[in-house]
Protein backbone atom coordinates (compact mmCIF):
# COMPACT_ATOMS: atom_id res chain seq x y z
CA UNK A 1 0.00 0.00 0.00
CA UNK A 2 1.62 3.40 -0.40
CA UNK A 3 0.81 6.17 1.98
CA UNK A 4 -2.68 7.70 0.59
CA UNK A 5 -4.33 3.72 0.59
CA UNK A 6 -2.41 3.13 4.50
CA UNK A 7 -4.26 6.39 5.74
CA UNK A 8 -7.78 4.76 4.16
CA UNK A 9 -7.04 1.76 5.77
CA UNK A 10 -5.88 2.45 9.22
CA UNK A 11 -8.61 4.81 9.45
CA UNK A 12 -11.52 2.31 8.26
CA UNK A 13 -10.20 -0.09 10.66
CA UNK A 14 -10.35 2.76 13.58
CA UNK A 15 -13.81 3.71 12.28
CA UNK A 16 -15.09 0.40 12.59
CA UNK A 17 -13.91 -0.32 15.73
CA UNK A 18 -14.38 3.24 17.47
CA UNK A 19 -17.23 4.33 15.37
CA UNK A 20 -16.24 7.29 13.35
CA UNK A 21 -17.15 10.53 15.74
CA UNK A 22 -14.45 8.99 18.56
CA UNK A 23 -11.53 9.02 16.06
CA UNK A 24 -9.29 12.43 15.16
CA UNK A 25 -7.29 13.05 12.41
CA UNK A 26 -4.52 12.43 15.06
CA UNK A 27 -5.23 9.10 15.48
CA UNK A 28 -5.67 7.99 12.18
CA UNK A 29 -2.01 9.84 11.69
CA UNK A 30 -0.86 8.34 14.76
CA UNK A 31 -2.14 4.29 13.49
CA UNK A 32 -0.10 5.19 10.19
CA UNK A 33 3.02 6.11 12.00
CA UNK A 34 2.81 9.64 9.84
CA UNK A 35 2.50 12.91 11.62
CA UNK A 36 -0.95 14.77 11.19
CA UNK A 37 0.45 17.74 9.31
CA UNK A 38 1.66 15.15 6.74
CA UNK A 39 -1.98 13.28 6.42
CA UNK A 40 -2.90 16.90 5.59
CA UNK A 41 -0.73 16.21 2.43
CA UNK A 42 -3.15 13.64 1.12
CA UNK A 43 -6.82 14.72 2.49
CA UNK A 44 -8.47 18.18 3.87
CA UNK A 45 -9.57 16.49 6.91
CA UNK A 46 -11.65 13.49 8.53
CA UNK A 47 -15.05 14.30 5.91
CA UNK A 48 -12.64 13.46 3.13
CA UNK A 49 -11.05 10.61 4.79
CA UNK A 50 -14.65 9.17 4.68
CA UNK A 51 -15.59 9.87 1.27
CA UNK A 52 -12.40 8.16 0.06
CA UNK A 53 -13.21 5.15 2.35
CA UNK A 54 -16.51 4.67 0.45
CA UNK A 55 -15.51 5.47 -2.62
CA UNK A 56 -12.44 2.37 -2.22
CA UNK A 57 -14.88 0.02 -0.57
CA UNK A 58 -17.14 0.80 -3.85
CA UNK A 59 -14.22 0.42 -6.41
CA UNK A 60 -13.25 -2.94 -4.49
CA UNK A 61 -16.79 -4.52 -4.58
CA UNK A 62 -17.19 -3.63 -8.27
CA UNK A 63 -13.48 -5.06 -8.93
CA UNK A 64 -14.39 -8.26 -6.98
CA UNK A 65 -18.13 -9.39 -8.96
CA UNK A 66 -16.55 -7.77 -12.35
CA UNK A 67 -13.06 -10.16 -11.73
CA UNK A 68 -15.67 -13.06 -11.24
CA UNK A 69 -17.55 -12.79 -14.36
CA UNK A 70 -20.74 -11.15 -11.88
CA UNK A 71 -23.06 -8.52 -12.75
CA UNK A 72 -22.65 -5.05 -10.05
CA UNK A 73 -25.70 -3.37 -11.42
CA UNK A 74 -29.37 -4.42 -12.51
CA UNK A 75 -28.14 -2.50 -15.69
CA UNK A 76 -25.17 -4.69 -16.59
CA UNK A 77 -26.25 -8.75 -17.96
CA UNK A 78 -27.92 -10.62 -15.61
CA UNK A 79 -26.97 -14.02 -17.29
CA UNK A 80 -24.79 -15.23 -14.77
CA UNK A 81 -28.35 -15.65 -12.43
CA UNK A 82 -29.98 -17.00 -15.15
CA UNK A 83 -28.04 -20.96 -14.72
CA UNK A 84 -29.51 -24.04 -13.71
CA UNK A 85 -28.41 -25.87 -10.24
CA UNK A 86 -25.74 -26.06 -9.02
CA UNK A 87 -24.26 -23.49 -11.13
CA UNK A 88 -26.59 -20.93 -9.95
CA UNK A 89 -25.87 -21.79 -6.44
CA UNK A 90 -22.11 -21.21 -6.48
CA UNK A 91 -22.69 -18.02 -8.68
CA UNK A 92 -24.61 -16.95 -5.37
CA UNK A 93 -22.17 -18.25 -3.23
CA UNK A 94 -19.46 -16.24 -4.57
CA UNK A 95 -21.48 -13.34 -4.15
CA UNK A 96 -22.14 -13.64 -0.86
CA UNK A 97 -19.02 -14.67 -0.19
CA UNK A 98 -17.77 -11.12 -0.57
CA UNK A 99 -18.96 -9.98 2.11
CA UNK A 100 -17.53 -12.34 4.69
CA UNK A 101 -14.36 -12.40 3.18
CA UNK A 102 -13.28 -9.28 2.06
CA UNK A 103 -11.64 -7.11 4.73
CA UNK A 104 -12.27 -3.81 3.23
CA UNK A 105 -16.01 -4.97 3.45
CA UNK A 106 -16.28 -6.46 6.45
CA UNK A 107 -14.94 -3.24 8.56
CA UNK A 108 -17.23 -0.64 6.31
CA UNK A 109 -20.43 -3.35 6.74
CA UNK A 110 -19.37 -2.72 11.12
CA UNK A 111 -18.49 0.93 10.45
CA UNK A 112 -22.22 1.84 8.89
CA UNK A 113 -23.74 -0.98 11.62
CA UNK A 114 -21.99 1.07 14.44
CA UNK A 115 -22.95 4.78 13.09
CA UNK A 116 -26.19 4.29 11.38
CA UNK A 117 -28.11 5.60 14.15
CA UNK A 118 -26.43 8.48 15.40
CA UNK A 119 -25.26 9.48 11.55
CA UNK A 120 -27.80 10.68 8.71
CA UNK A 121 -25.24 10.23 5.90
CA UNK A 122 -24.45 6.50 7.31
CA UNK A 123 -27.58 5.71 8.32
CA UNK A 124 -28.60 6.53 4.56
CA UNK A 125 -25.39 4.35 3.06
CA UNK A 126 -26.24 1.35 4.97
CA UNK A 127 -30.15 1.27 3.66
CA UNK A 128 -28.52 1.96 0.53
CA UNK A 129 -25.63 -0.38 -0.19
CA UNK A 130 -27.48 -3.36 2.41
CA UNK A 131 -30.75 -2.75 1.72
CA UNK A 132 -32.13 -0.73 -1.34
CA UNK A 133 -29.13 -1.60 -3.75
CA UNK A 134 -29.53 -5.66 -3.23
CA UNK A 135 -33.30 -5.74 -3.63
CA UNK A 136 -33.04 -3.68 -6.79
CA UNK A 137 -30.48 -6.12 -8.21
CA UNK A 138 -32.54 -8.91 -7.45
CA UNK A 139 -35.46 -7.56 -7.98
CA UNK A 140 -34.02 -7.43 -11.89
CA UNK A 141 -32.94 -11.00 -12.04
CA UNK A 142 -35.68 -12.37 -10.75
CA UNK A 143 -38.21 -10.39 -12.96
CA UNK A 144 -35.39 -11.34 -16.01
CA UNK A 145 -36.58 -15.48 -14.57
CA UNK A 146 -39.89 -14.55 -15.10
CA UNK A 147 -39.60 -13.74 -18.49
CA UNK A 148 -37.71 -17.00 -19.31
CA UNK A 149 -40.12 -19.17 -17.75
CA UNK A 150 -37.76 -20.41 -15.11
CA UNK A 151 -39.51 -18.59 -12.61
CA UNK A 152 -42.76 -18.73 -11.72
CA UNK A 153 -45.11 -15.99 -12.20
CA UNK A 154 -45.05 -13.27 -8.71
CA UNK A 155 -44.07 -10.24 -7.63
CA UNK A 156 -40.28 -9.82 -8.50
CA UNK A 157 -39.70 -7.12 -5.30
CA UNK A 158 -42.00 -9.00 -3.13
CA UNK A 159 -39.34 -12.53 -4.15
CA UNK A 160 -36.28 -10.09 -3.49
CA UNK A 161 -37.57 -9.12 -0.01
CA UNK A 162 -38.36 -12.79 0.79
CA UNK A 163 -34.82 -13.82 -0.76
CA UNK A 164 -32.95 -11.68 0.81
CA UNK A 165 -34.05 -11.45 4.40
CA UNK A 166 -33.04 -14.79 4.95
CA UNK A 167 -29.47 -13.41 3.53
CA UNK A 168 -29.49 -10.63 5.43
CA UNK A 169 -30.22 -12.20 8.71
CA UNK A 170 -27.18 -14.70 8.09
CA UNK A 171 -25.12 -11.66 7.41
CA UNK A 172 -25.79 -10.40 10.67
CA UNK A 173 -25.88 -13.46 12.47
CA UNK A 174 -22.88 -15.69 11.16
CA UNK A 175 -19.41 -14.34 12.48
CA UNK A 176 -17.45 -15.73 9.62
CA UNK A 177 -18.27 -17.44 6.12
CA UNK A 178 -17.20 -20.59 7.96
CA UNK A 179 -20.52 -20.37 9.46
CA UNK A 180 -22.65 -18.91 6.92
CA UNK A 181 -21.65 -20.85 3.82
CA UNK A 182 -23.63 -23.85 4.87
CA UNK A 183 -26.47 -22.20 6.43
CA UNK A 184 -26.62 -19.90 2.94
CA UNK A 185 -26.40 -23.03 0.85
CA UNK A 186 -29.41 -24.03 2.88
CA UNK A 187 -31.68 -21.00 2.08
CA UNK A 188 -30.82 -20.86 -1.22
CA UNK A 189 -31.94 -24.49 -1.79
CA UNK A 190 -35.04 -24.29 -0.20
CA UNK A 191 -35.80 -20.54 -1.94
CA UNK A 192 -35.25 -22.88 -5.45
CA UNK A 193 -37.46 -25.86 -4.37
CA UNK A 194 -40.28 -23.43 -3.50
CA UNK A 195 -39.75 -21.05 -6.06
CA UNK A 196 -37.95 -21.86 -9.14
CA UNK A 197 -38.53 -24.02 -11.95
CA UNK A 198 -35.28 -25.32 -13.49
CA UNK A 199 -35.15 -27.62 -16.26
CA UNK A 200 -33.59 -30.52 -15.78
Not at 14 to 23: C, I, T
Not at 25 to 51: C, M, P, T, W
Not at 119 to 128: E, F, K, N, P, R
Not at 185 to 193: C, G, M, N, T
Request: proline share 5%; with cysteine.
Amino acid sequence: MNTKERILWEALELFSQRGYHAVSVRDIAGAVGIRESSLYNHFAGKKEIFQAVVDICWQKAEEYYHNHGLPFSPEEDLSPFQQKSPQLEETLLEVFAYFFQDPWNTRFRRLLTLNQFDDSQMGSLYQQLYCQYPLKIQSAIFSGLMERGILQQADPHALALEFYGGVFLLLNLCPDWEEARPRLLDHIRLFQSQQIQLPG
